[in-house]
């Protein structure tokens, strides 16, 4: 009886995980972009919940070819990173939910801007809109607004100001 009981939970836990096999694999259950516009930006990350940035976020890096080319807004913590070879990396940090999964978006400011004297300190809370476009480097994709503009919303830091 024990095993005749042990085997139908088995058979149904298999069937529940297979229950979706034939789905395609190309739907997904991540929110898609808006078609037309919110307040001028096809997608606007500043009015959505941390879970929606979170999903969004992650949609947009492995699904890129949808969003390239689409006008997007962020807002989150500014982060500066430089590679050994001097290349530099900007980028606004968005939170999860919980806090502790940040995603960055690189950005490229439209125009001519020197670090640090042409931006804000590191941790300091941006908004930044751009045109979306991904990347490929060593097996990862990075998504990066380019053409962006960044506005300092922390005006804690000296000097800060819309870029």
Known sequence: MKKTTAGALLMTSLLTLTACGNA???SSYAPKPVDGER????????N????????QVYDMIFNGDTYVGKTVKARGQFSYYQEVDGREFYAVLVNDAAACCSQGI??????EYTYPDDYPAIGTEITVTGTFNYYTEDFYTYCQLLGAEMTVEDASPEGAAEK
């Not at 307040?39 to 500043?46: P, Y």
């Not at 959505?48 to 999903?55: F, G, I, P, R």
């Open 24 to 26: 395609d694999a190309s």
């Open 39 to 46: 307040d001028g930006f096809d997608i606007d990350l500043t």
């Open 48 to 55: 959505m919940s941390s879970d929606m940035v979170y999903a």
């Open 106 to 111: 690189e950005f490229i400011l439209d125009g």
